[in-house]
């Protein structure tokens, strides 16, 4: 059996052929950990900051939307372009390119609201934003009267997730273009996917005045 000293030997020869590396090692995990609580606070400070950037936008284009006011809009815009650019990846960035494409419709600018839409879509948004961008850039182009342009947009949408309204849409489309038949053909469709969704008075209006017109 070793004695007291030869044993305090063997680690002093053991801590000077390993020491420096296990030094090395604890220095190595201690920066990863630092590193780790670093950037998740970095992570929880970048969503506090977009929260309320995003927040922020709501009350401007509330205000841009409902008063037409210069200044609310160019708030808008700028705390927008401030959301896209420092926090892209996130769901607020992309929910502020809506929210200024729905200002930039506001204000008949039906470029800058494309811009804003395609933004939305370039950036891989959930299937159900994805729907709702779409249909909104089919609704711009309607408004544009670029009504082929719209029926193209429509034939990406997943109608099981927004059948009602993209029927509907469909047929304000070719009503547009002067396409009756596809029109009503649109129109019903949507007034039979709408009855599990709840009454619809607009699209019965829309069909009765579409029959009406033709009587006529």
Not at 53 to 77: C, E, M
Not at 125 to 134: G, K, Q, S, V
């Amino acid at each position: 059996m070793r004695t007291e000293e030869e044993q305090v030997e063997a680690l002093k020869g053991w801590w000077k052929e390993n020491g420096k590396s296990l030094l090395f090692m604890i220095a190595i995990a201690l920066s990863a950990v630092f590193a780790w609580k670093t950037w998740q606070q970095k992570q929880l400070t970048d969503a506090e900051n977009a929260s309320i950037t995003y927040q922020n936008l709501l009350d401007a284009v509330s205000g841009a939307v409902s008063s037409d006011d210069a200044g609310q809009i160019a708030t808008s815009k700028h705390l927008a372009q401030k959301l896209k650019s420092d926090y892209e990846k996130t769901e607020y960035a992309r929910f502020a390119a809506l929210l200024v494409a729905k200002v930039a419709v506001a204000e008949e600018n039906y470029t800058e609201a494309l811009a804003e839409l395609d933004w939305v879509l370039a950036h891989q948004p959930a299937i159900e934003m994805r729907n709702i961008t779409l249909l909104r850039k089919a609704r711009v182009y309607q408004a544009m009267g670029e009504f082929a342009k719209g029926l193209d947009v429509i034939q990406g949408l997943d109608a099981q997730e927004f059948g009602g309204s993209v029927y509907e849409l469909k047929g304000d489309l070719l009503l547009s273009s002067g396409e009756r038949i596809g029109a009503r053909a649109a129109y019903q469709q949507a007034l039979k996917v709408s009855v599990n969704e709840g009454s619809n008075p607009l699209l019965t209006i829309k069909l009765e005045d579409l029959a009406l017109s033709e009587e006529g």
